[in-house]
């Protein structure tokens, strides 16, 4: 039987981690600044799409690979998963992302005018045509972190906010705050919007493509919508920009006219961790072992990284992503 774990960082990332390693038996302390998840950490602030094929577009294989686990391990915590799939639209002047998009992804179908109009009715004639990539899901993101975390306790983690030093294997799963540590680390800034409006329904996440960063709209239920996800090269955290906002705003505009009433019920904005090549990375040093880097995919990756976390503690098996340039010292 392995010994206690340690998990510090109770986002997305360590509550996998701990979620795994607790469904092995083994005896888990998460430590994080605050009693629960909450607007603290970035992984609040997530889209929650489970999009592997979407991500190709400019991801790397393994993200593709690696994210296809996602959606079948997030039901198998008790999370509601809404398998619909993931709709991309372009507008009439950027028609051509569209064939760009299908040249560099992979289990798509495309859909015309009247197609679209069956499986979006609000949609219905406002776009010539579409793709539709019907495998991929989505979670509604604080919902799936206040389950793992009700879970854990549950099944009696210990939840500890001191700062004292841990004994034994430690599991480094803090995001940006693991720099003083991991100096390659960088911030990718992500500002998003949520908005309400009863006058428009969307059955799936739908991606507009823009020539400068991908946006998307993602249905919470009840006339909710996420909006999102600017991508700057900054690790500032706090502050969303005009620019950002006036871009997400025009482009919920461009999607359905009636975003213009919409109620704006959150701005909120965060930056996500990154390695320079935008891959995760497991790394061990000594006791501990570092779990980072999950840029913009964090619910999408934690799923897999937790379980190479977990098989390389209960079972000695080295992750694929274990980063040797940086290994043991």
Not at 14 to 29: N, Q
Not at 176 to 181: I, K, N, P, Q, Y
Not at 246 to 273: K, N, S
């Given at each position: 039987m392995t010994g206690p774990v340690t998990v510090t960082g109770a986002g997305v990332a360590?509550?996998?981690?701990?979620?795994?390693?607790?469904?092995?038996?083994?005896?888990?302390?998460?430590?994080?600044?605050?009693?629960?998840?909450?607007?603290?950490g970035c992984s609040?602030?997530?889209g929650g799409m489970l999009a592997p094929f979407c991500e190709g577009e400019t991801a790397e294989e393994p993200v593709v690979r690696l994210g296809r686990e996602a959606a079948g391990w997030w039901a198998r915590q008790g999370v509601?998963?809404?398998?619909?799939?993931?709709?991309?639209?372009?507008?009439?002047?950027?028609?051509?992302?569209?064939?760009?998009f299908a040249r560099r992804t992979t289990g798509h179908r495309a859909l015309d005018r009247d197609a679209l109009a069956r499986l979006e009715p609000d949609l219905a004639g406002r776009f010539d045509g579409a793709l539709h990539f019907p495998d991929e899901a989505h979670i509604t993101p604080r919902a799936a972190l206040a389950t793992l975390h009700?879970?854990?306790?549950?099944?009696?983690?210990?939840?500890d906010a001191s700062p004292a030093a841990p004994s034994g294997i430690t599991v480094d799963c803090r995001?940006?705050?693991?720099?003083?540590?991991?100096?390659?680390l960088r911030g990718v800034k992500g500002e998003m919007i949520v908005l309400h409006t009863p006058e428009v329904t969307l059955h799936r996440p739908v991606?507009?493509?823009?020539?400068r960063f991908p946006l998307y709209i993602v249905p919470r239920g009840d006339g909710v919508f996420m909006l999102g996800a600017t991508q700057i090269e900054s690790g500032e955290r706090?502050?969303?920009?005009?620019?950002?906002?006036?871009?997400?705003?025009?482009?919920?505009?461009?999607?359905?006219?009636?975003?213009?009433?919409?109620?704006?019920?959150?701005?909120?904005?965060?930056?996500?961790?990154?390695?320079?090549?935008?891959?995760?990375?497991?790394r061990r040093r000594g006791a501990t072992i570092h779990v980072n880097g999950l840029f913009r995919h964090g619910f999408l990756l934690a799923p897999a990284l937790a379980r190479m976390t977990a098989d390389l503690i209960c079972d000695n098996k080295n992750p694929e992503v274990m980063d040797e340039d940086h290994g043991e010292r």
């Open positions: 360590g509550l996998c981690v701990a979620t795994e390693l607790a469904a092995r038996g083994v005896s888990v302390t998460l430590r994080d600044r605050a009693a629960r998840p909450g607007p603290h609040w602030w997530a509601p998963v809404i398998r619909n799939g993931t709709l991309v639209l372009a507008l009439g002047r950027d028609r051509h992302e569209i064939t760009r009700d879970r854990l306790v549950d099944q009696g983690a210990t939840l995001g940006l705050e693991a720099r003083d540590t991991l100096p390659d991606r507009l493509l823009h020539p706090g502050r969303p920009t005009v620019r950002s906002v006036l871009e997400l705003l025009t482009a919920a505009y461009a999607l359905h006219p009636a975003f213009a009433e919409a109620a704006v019920l959150e701005i909120g904005t965060d930056a996500r961790p990154a390695f320079p090549d935008n891959l995760p990375r497991i």
